[in-house]
């Protein structure tokens, strides 16, 4: 996610932005946007540094000088060690002023996902939980079920929105049946939505939204080849559901599982996790990335666990957001 301006005399003449992968680049689509030569005093702002590899499209170091633009002014440095800071470098050598790290936490941020991928390989694992002040993620019996208040709800489809992929086990699929898709005004949107059933035991259980919905053909059920009975295999199939049988035991189940998502691209699945899985996530230390949301009330379902079970996690570097009475906690987890 990039995004660029061009102002000239302080005034935006021209913006632009990466709509996709494969496409051009912000700052491409900014100078396209203007139209013409930029003036004398033109300054091209944009959010990450400009690339000076020909990949999918030019270099767009290439295009800035070709452009004649003589300022550069760059949020966030590309976080491909095999790029990083080499654009700048270029630019420099050309005798263009570059002023670097303006905002560049909050132009960093647009792309963590992509760049915990590029820097790591590994899609990041992101656990998502709403919950109440003493860790209950299921509320007491007769009670509403939405934990947190309506922003906050909101705000977990705009994450939802974000990420490429959802994943829940097989007991919140059954207990809970979700559509793990994102709504917001502009309709529904579904990522890849996986189900993590070890032993495919959501097979033959109709009237999920998940296997029954129109993006049924996003959904993934993920499981273990060993013991994976065939018709189980076929019942997906006649549903339209891919199924991942993965190679290996119960013990590298989720590093198969991530290894797996590596191989598809896919660069982060957002968990939305039951407080057991949550728990053995933090335990094992399975989850890169934790969102928080905690409504201030107390008491949740006495029969059920926190979700930090016997679990001390410190966040790397947190950020909180309120939503009304609502907070969000989110950051890397250590």
């Not at 494969?22 to 990450?48: K, N, S």
């Not at 915990?116 to 998502?128: D, E, M, Q, Y």
């Not at 947190?148 to 490429?164: E, I, K, Q, S």
């Not at 189980?232 to 049988?245: C, I, K, N």
Request: proline share 6%.
């Amino acid at each position: 996610m990039v995004g660029a301006v061009i102002t000239e005399g302080g005034v935006i003449v021209a913006e632009g932005f990466h709509a996709a992968a494969g496409q051009p680049h912000a700052e491409v689509m900014a100078l396209r946007a203007l139209g013409r030569a930029p003036q004398a005093d033109a300054i091209l702002h944009v959010t990450l540094e400009p690339c000076c590899t020909h990949g999918r499209t030019p270099p767009c170091v290439d295009a800035i000088l070709r452009a004649g633009l003589r300022t550069v002014v760059i949020g966030a440095t590309d976080p491909n060690p095999a790029h990083a800071g080499k654009g700048v470098q270029l630019l420099r050598a050309a005798g263009v002023a570059v002023v670097e790290g303006v905002l560049g936490e909050e132009c960093a941020e647009l792309n963590f996902l992509f760049n915990h991928w590029i820097t790591v390989g590994r899609p990041l694992l992101a656990l998502k939980v709403a919950a109440t002040l003493d860790g209950k993620l299921v509320p007491a019996p007769g009670e509403s079920r939405d934990i947190t208040g309506p922003a906050a709800r909101a705000d977990v489809h705009r994450w939802r929105r974000l990420f490429p992929a959802i994943a829940v086990t097989a007991d919140t699929l059954l207990a809970d049946n979700p559509r793990l898709t994102a709504r917001d005004a502009d309709g529904e949107h579904a990522p890849v939505r996986f189900v993590l059933d070890r032993r495919f035991r959501s097979a033959g259980r109709a009237g999920l939204n998940l296997f029954t919905d129109a993006f049924r053909g996003h959904t993934i059920v993920v499981g273990l080849a060993a013991g994976a009975r065939a018709a189980d295999l076929a019942w997906y199939e006649a549903e339209g559901v891919t199924v991942w049988a993965l190679p290996g035991e119960e013990v590298d189940f989720l590093d198969a599982w991530a290894e797996r998502c590596a191989t598809e691209g896919l660069t982060g699945v957002l968990i939305e996790a039951g407080p057991r899985f949550a728990s053995a996530l933090l335990r094992e230390g399975a989850a890169d990335y934790l969102f928080a949301y905690v409504a201030p009330r107390l008491g949740g379902d006495p029969e059920s666990p926190t979700w930090f079970e016997g679990v001390d996690f410190p966040l790397m570097a947190g950020k909180t957001t309120l939503f009304g009475q609502d907070a969000l906690f989110r950051g890397y987890l250590g």
